[in-house]
């Protein structure tokens, strides 16, 4: 089991930054690859970035690249999202969630093991 906790959403003004942490327990956190994924109402839930294990490789969807910067602390066990420039499209319910297979990591929703409960990000214009 792994649990997750995230933090750090709240109300920010457009070109504003935001950065969200996720914390994790239950298992060894360097032996899993970690991503954060975003959803709005009536929508899919999509990948927003991630990172491997050892931060040795990361990805990003390109709507938040270039803006947008993943990294984890596995001493601390915690991954965080760092997000500049924010635009009003990026208001969404911001999930971490942990994918416990042996390669590197997936930006797909369904590979994904366990999920956080979510933290709001709303981007005002």
């Known amino acids: 089991q792994v649990q997750l906790v995230e933090s750090g959403g709240g109300l920010v003004q457009a070109g504003g930054s935001l950065t969200l942490s996720c914390a994790a327990s239950?298992?060894?956190?360097?032996?899993?690859?970690m991503g954060w994924f975003r959803q709005v109402p009536g929508k899919e839930r999509e990948f927003v970035s991630a990172?491997?294990?050892?931060?040795?490789?990361?990805d990003y969807a390109l709507s938040v690249k270039g803006r947008f910067t993943i990294s984890r602390d596995n001493a601390k066990n915690t991954v965080y999202l760092q997000m500049n420039s924010l635009k009003p499209e990026d208001t969404a319910l911001y999930y971490c969630a942990a994918d416990l297979r042996p390669s590197s990591f997936s930006t797909r929703v369904r590979e994904y093991d366990y999920w956080g409960q979510g933290t709001q990000v709303t981007v005002s214009s």
């Open positions: 239950g298992r060894t956190f360097s032996n899993y690859a």
């Open positions: 990172i491997s294990r050892l931060s040795r490789s990361s």
